[in-house]
């Protein structure tokens, strides 16, 4: 899993078409290979990070969400959240929550066991076996993987708000 590829990342790629409506939120965007991605399709962006961007189509919100501030959509409900290379536990209900009805979840991270390549190895920054599933239990979830890739240990789960029947699940 590329930190700072341009290109989106492929469970991202795999559960976009499920993403029917914006907003979407990019949760710790970094470069904004997301954000750009979801754009190009069309849909209203929402890019949240501590550094600041100019992403074309996309509204950019500078935050820290690490230090203690309010999460900054208090209220807010999005079409899709992604979140992906990013971890900070105290967000979790608020993704959650900020997560409207019918909305999608497509989440990717890495867990514990990643230690054995490289960074991020300190463990606040490393998922728990099962913990996307603990975390966001009042979700449908459409898949959910754990486990060793070529080049770390990941979690990812895709997700949504409502029910399962209106999705149609890639391959």
């Known amino acids: 899993m590329a930190h700072d590829s341009e290109a989106p990342a492929s469970w991202v790629v795999r559960w976009a078409a499920l993403v ?13 290979r997301h954000a750009r991605f979801f754009a190009e ?4 962006v929402v890019a949240v990070d501590r550094e600041p961007r100019s992403i074309p189509g996309v509204k950019f919100v500078q935050a820290d969400l690490e230090d203690g501030s309010p999460w900054p959509f208090p209220g807010e409900r999005f079409g899709a959240i992604v979140v992906t290379n990013y971890l900070h536990r105290p967000l979790l209900p608020m993704i959650g929550a900020s997560l409207g009805a019918g909305g999608v979840l497509i989440y990717e991270t890495f867990m514990i066991g990643n230690e054995r390549y490289g960074k991020p190895a300190n463990p606040n920054f490393l998922l728990r076996p099962g913990e996307l599933l603990q975390s966001f239990a009042e979700l449908t979830v459409l898949g959910f993987e754990q486990g060793t890739t070529a080049s770390a240990v ?7 708000r409502g029910e399962a029947s209106s999705a149609r699940i890639p391959a």
């Not at 409506?21 to 904004?32: E, I, K, R, T, Y």
């Not at 399709?41 to 209203?44: D, E, S, V």
């Not at 990941?154 to 949504?160: E, S």
């Open 154 to 160: 990941v979690q990812r789960m895709c997700a949504i």
């Open 20 to 32: 029917k409506h914006g907003p979407v939120l990019d949760v710790a965007s970094g470069a904004g």
């Open 41 to 44: 399709r069309n849909l209203a």
